[in-house]
């Protein structure tokens, strides 16, 4: 057989707006809103400088229905550089990017093929004695199970299996859509499954290769730590090896910062400093943006509770101030406790004693979670669905689930400190 090398790539989510950063500007923020281009832009200039045989798109190459054309634009043109290259690109629409959520289809470069979704579809690579199958989505949730559909392998030839799919669910909160299990894939012969969908990188099986590359580029702060694609090499019609390369251009972080020993806020803004500058000098050049959680018990507890929006200016401020493009704080969330001694408050026999006791017993009191659920639910479903799903703040994702007694439990920590702190 003929040895060869490809990239297979997926959750690329072009022109997808990263979230969690409210409130930037300047350079950093156009450097953020860029940066699912600019690691696809790097992803083929590497595939060229490699001279790949061919590249492969494992599902939601786009977030959605495009805005205008630019976002089709920008593919065909990158489309076109892999075709003067001579490199043939295949395509896996997914959840995201499935055929009824494109509304305004461009003709690709004649290198392009994309897997149809009326059935599975085989394409073959004569030269490398190659066939690629795969299923795209015709719908954005697709429940079925697809692989059944797909075809046997061809005798002689490296088989590979493109799907969008959650392999049974359960991988990192996402939609278990096109479910099947791994003996499963294993099962069917192929030499190599091209999988998308979880976007967290996952080699799950070996001989054959079941691989998750992971995105190409982290959207938010629970997308942490590097991203990018898979380079494949086959020799003489074995995987010889699957190398994760490494394309995001904005690294997510989330910093733990144990502020037990800080005498006052100015070490608690010195501690995060020391933070922030470790996790950039790691992050090797790209822009680092990351959620400060501030933890461990400290006499400071009431007082940084109360002046997050102080601590989250301080923090993105410091920085700022670690060099150009270097560094930005999505946020800082207070995880600390009290010294032990605050404790008593609960026991005491004045007001500050009944409120505590009525927080504590709040998660079970029936008639207050009713009102919560009229008074909050109805504000919730007045937001934006994308406020509502995938939410990151805790307080608003749990009121967005209906969970009220979970809603209970994130807010009591502050009112707790502020009940502290007002008595103090």
């Not at 350079?27 to 490699?50: C, G, K, Y």
């Not at 070996?206 to 990018?228: A, D, S």
């Amino acid at each position: 057989m003929t040895s060869f090398r490809f990239f297979h790539a997926a959750d690329i989510h072009l022109d997808s707006p990263l979230t969690g950063l409210a409130g930037i500007e300047g350079r950093v923020a156009e450097s953020i809103r860029t940066a699912p281009r600019r690691a696809f832009e790097a992803l083929v200039e590497r595939a060229i400088q490699d001279r790949v045989d061919f590249f492969v798109i494992a599902g939601d190459l786009y977030d959605g229905s495009w805005r205008d054309y630019k976002t089709g634009l920008f593919f065909a043109e990158q489309m076109g550089r892999l075709r003067q290259a001579a490199i043939p690109a295949f395509v896996l629409h997914g959840n995201h990017d499935a055929e009824s959520q494109i509304t305004r289809p461009l003709k690709l470069p004649d290198n392009v093929r994309v897997f149809t979704a009326r059935k599975a579809q085989t394409f073959q690579l004569g030269e490398l004695n190659v066939a690629l199958h795969g299923q795209s989505f015709r719908e954005r949730a697709v429940t079925d199970n697809l692989v059944p559909g797909y075809p046997a392998p061809l005798p002689g030839a490296f088989n590979i299996g493109v799907l969008h799919t959650a392999l049974g669910g359960g991988r990192c909160n996402h939609a278990n859509y096109a479910p099947c299990s791994l003996p499963e894939l294993v099962a069917k012969g192929y030499d190599y499954w091209a999988l998308g969908h979880v976007h967290r990188r996952q080699v799950l099986n070996e001989r054959p290769h079941v691989v998750f590359p992971g995105n190409l580029q982290g959207r938010h702060v629970g997308e942490t730590g590097p991203k990018g694609a898979s380079l494949v090499t086959v020799e003489a019609g074995e995987v010889a090896a699957v190398e994760a390369l490494t394309f995001d251009v904005v690294r997510w972080a989330v910093l733990e910062v144990d502020v037990a020993t800080a005498g006052s806020t100015a070490d608690v803004v010195d501690l995060m400093r020391q933070a922030l500058k470790r996790e950039v000098a790691g992050a090797e050049g790209r822009l680092l943006s990351a959620r400060i959680v501030l933890q461990g018990r400290t006499g400071l507890h009431g007082r940084l509770m109360t002046d997050v929006e102080q601590l989250t200016a301080e923090a993105r401020a410091t920085a700022l101030g670690l060099g150009d493009e270097a560094a930005w704080v999505e946020g800082v969330a207070v995880r600390t406790a009290a010294p032990a001694g605050t404790a008593a408050l609960a026991a005491r026999e004045d007001t500050l004693g009944d409120l505590q006791r009525m927080l504590k017993e709040a998660p079970a009191d029936e008639a207050l979670l009713g009102q919560l659920k009229a008074d909050i639910g109805e504000l919730i479903g007045k937001l934006p669905s994308r406020l509502r799903d995938g939410c990151e703040d805790e307080a608003l994702a749990a009121a967005a689930a209906g969970d009220y007694a979970a809603l209970i439990g994130q807010v009591t920590p502050y009112l707790k400190a502020r009940l502290t702190a007002e008595d103090a």
